[in-house]
Nanobody, 124 residues
Framework: QVQLVESGGGLVQAGGSLRLACAAS????????MGWFRQAPGKEREFVAG????????YYSDSVKGRCTISRDNTKNTVYLEMNSLKPEDTAVYYC?????????????????WGQGTQVTVPS
């Protein structure tokens, strides 16, 4: 059983930056692909970014491509999401998720483990 704990959310002005972190425990971190999702009020949870477990290849949604960077440190069992040039539409609860499937998927149903989420607020 993998436990995921996110941190790093907060309130940031438009154009600012945040670095989210997700610490994993209870499993072999290197066995899992990792993803970040977000859910805004009244909207469905959506894929933000993902990183493969072996080749560390990264994937991004069109809405954050060029503004966000996902990375992982398998020695620290942690995945990060660096977010720059933040916009009000980035306001959401951000979740990290882990999956044992071979490569990153944008489908939330493919992820077995989820964190509790961290709030990111970018006022308009």
């Amino acid at each position: 059983q993998v436990q995921l704990v996110e941190s790093g959310g907060g309130l940031v002005q438009a154009g600012g930056s945040l670095r989210l972190a997700c610490a994993a425990s209870g499993g072999t971190f290197g066995n899992y692909i990792m993803g970040w999702f977000r859910q805004a009020p009244g909207k469905e949870r959506e894929f933000v970014a993902g990183i493969n477990r072996a080749d560390f290849r990264t994937y991004y949604s069109d809405s954050v491509k060029g503004r966000c960077t996902i990375s992982r440190d398998n020695t620290k069992n942690t995945v990060y999401l660096e977010m720059n040039s933040l916009k009000p539409e980035d306001t959401a609860v951000y979740y990290c998720a882990a999956s044992s499937i071979p490569a990153v998927s944008a489908r939330s149903g493919n992820y077995e483990y989820w964190g509790q989420g961290t709030q990111v607020t970018v006022p308009s």
